[in-house]
């Protein structure tokens, strides 16, 4: 790879931009692309380049075309995020868990008693109402959303967010009993089964976790199986 | 920014500060992977030519032809492709405890 392209990347990388490198395989020759734009050396016809796009969107790295046109593609799509609402004990575990597996992460909680600095050392707390900082940066396909407050005050604003958003996740902690009397408020509010259904609830696969990080890893778990497609419940 | 992306920043950043130290520099990336294999596609290692390595392409299986031949790519710039795994194993005397296969790239960072 040419010095010059590796410090694009590079430089694209830092900028938390979405982009693939493209290597011939037969020659060597490379290429950048961006969603929008392309640099380097290799120059590809448009219905492949909106194939590496689609690979780029997906975040697959992986082979395309044939003989002298094969291509290998590298994506460096910027990384899936978990945005808690809560800044609970659970959280505490959950955060740096899901920082590990490769999830940025975003903890929400207009609470400063709860959000200080001391409970979570080194982590910009976001301290707005859960609604208006998921106003601010909306769910995405890339966003798994979790309330862990309990309290509908906090919780059911931040789910009405999540519901309206493509967030490839929601979550809420709580008991079945405080689970239904959450979608009963929520059908009030005007959301039919087939969206409440979207929501993990309680949150987290059934591994019969007591402590908070016990709970974490159960939660964390379900957003890797949601993220791979896999069976949540 | 998450630990996997400072992770594979570094291998990045790691390829291009060895490179401003004046040492040779490849890099490997597992390209396609068949069966069961313990790294996806895009996985690096960064070799340098003192055959100090960071990253992987198997889990540690093949890591070691890998650094080997990435040394020859070091010295002729020329960019290969390498099958590794069960299915090929008249190439290659070392597969994959898995019983997959893996196809790595690897190239000089010029």
Same mark, same amino acid.
């Given at each position: 790879? @040419?010095?010059?392209?590796?410090?694009?990347?590079?430089?694209?990388?830092?900028?938390?931009?979405?982009?693939?490198?493209?290597?011939?395989?037969?020659?060597?020759?490379? %290429?950048? #692309?961006?969603?929008?734009?392309?640099? %380097?050396?290799?120059?590809?016809?448009?219905?492949?380049?909106? @194939?590496?796009?689609?690979?780029?969107?997906?975040?697959?790295?992986?082979?395309?075309?044939? %003989?002298?046109?094969?291509?290998?593609?590298? +994506?460096?799509?910027? &990384?899936?995020?978990?945005?808690?609402?809560?800044?609970?004990? #659970? +959280?505490?575990?959950?955060?740096?868990?899901?920082?590990?597996?490769?999830?940025?992460?975003?903890?929400?909680?207009?609470?400063?008693?709860? &959000?200080?600095?001391?409970?979570?050392?080194?982590?910009?707390?976001?301290?707005?109402?859960?609604?208006?900082?998921?106003?601010?940066?909306?769910?995405?396909?890339?966003?798994?959303?979790?309330?862990?407050?309990?309290?509908?005050?906090?919780?059911?604003?931040?789910?009405?967010?999540?519901?309206?958003?493509?967030?490839?996740?929601?979550?809420?902690?709580?008991?079945?009993?405080?689970?239904?009397?959450?979608?009963?408020?929520?059908?009030?509010?005007?959301?039919?089964?087939?969206?409440?259904?979207?929501?993990?609830?309680?949150?987290?696969?059934?591994?019969?976790?007591?402590?908070?990080?016990?709970?974490?890893?159960?939660?964390?778990?379900?957003?890797?199986?949601?993220?791979?497609?896999?069976?949540?419940? | 920014?998450?630990?996997?992306?400072?992770?594979?920043?570094?291998?990045?950043?790691? &390829?291009?500060?060895?490179?401003?130290?004046?040492?040779?520099?490849?890099?490997?990336?597992? #390209?396609?992977?068949?069966?069961?294999?313990?790294?996806?596609?895009?996985?690096?290692?960064?070799?340098?030519?003192?055959?100090?390595?960071?990253?992987?392409?198997?889990?540690?299986?093949?890591?070691?032809?890998?650094?080997?031949?990435?040394?020859?790519?070091?010295?002729?710039?020329?960019?290969?492709?390498?099958?590794? %795994?069960?299915?090929? @194993?008249?190439?290659?005397?070392?597969?994959?405890?898995?019983?997959?296969?893996?196809?790595?790239? #690897?190239?000089?960072?010029?």
């Amino acid at each position: 790879m @040419q010095r010059k392209l590796l410090d694009k990347l590079r430089q694209a990388r830092a900028e938390g931009l979405p982009v693939a490198l493209a290597t011939r395989l037969g020659d060597g020759v490379q %290429g950048l #692309i961006f969603d929008h734009g392309s640099a %380097g050396d290799l120059t590809l016809p448009p219905d492949r380049l909106a @194939q590496v796009r689609t690979m780029l969107d997906e975040d697959r790295s992986g082979v395309l075309g044939e %003989g002298e046109e094969e291509i290998f593609v590298r +994506s460096y799509a910027p &990384a899936a995020e978990i945005v808690v609402v809560g800044a609970v004990h #659970i +959280s505490q575990y959950l955060l740096p868990m899901a920082s590990m597996s490769g999830l940025a992460v975003r903890l929400i909680d207009p609470r400063r008693a709860f &959000a200080s600095p001391e409970r979570f050392p080194g982590l910009e707390i976001v301290t707005a109402w859960p609604d208006e900082a998921l106003a601010a940066q909306p769910p995405h396909r890339r966003s798994a959303v979790v309330t862990l407050t309990h309290d509908p005050k906090l919780d059911d604003p931040a789910l009405e967010v999540a519901l309206n958003s493509p967030a490839f996740y929601i979550g809420a902690l709580g008991s079945r009993r405080t689970h239904a009397q959450r979608l009963e408020r929520l059908t009030e509010r005007g959301f039919g089964p087939e969206q409440l259904a979207r929501i993990h609830g309680p949150a987290g696969l059934d591994l019969g976790s007591r402590s908070p990080a016990e709970i974490a890893v159960s939660v964390l778990a379900q957003i890797i199986a949601a993220r791979h497609g896999k069976a949540t419940r | 920014m998450t630990q996997n992306e400072r992770i594979d920043n570094d291998l990045l950043d790691t &390829a291009a500060q060895w490179r401003d130290q004046g040492r040779g520099v490849a890099l490997a990336t597992v #390209i396609k992977t068949w069966g069961s294999s313990p790294r996806p596609a895009g996985s690096h290692l960064v070799v340098a030519d003192d055959t100090t390595f960071l990253g992987s392409v198997s889990g540690g299986c093949v890591e070691g032809a890998v650094v080997r031949e990435a040394l020859e790519v070091i010295a002729d710039g020329k960019p290969r492709v390498l099958d590794f %795994g069960v299915s090929d @194993q008249q190439a290659w005397d070392v597969g994959l405890a898995c019983g997959g296969a893996i196809r790595i790239m #690897i190239e000089r960072i010029d």
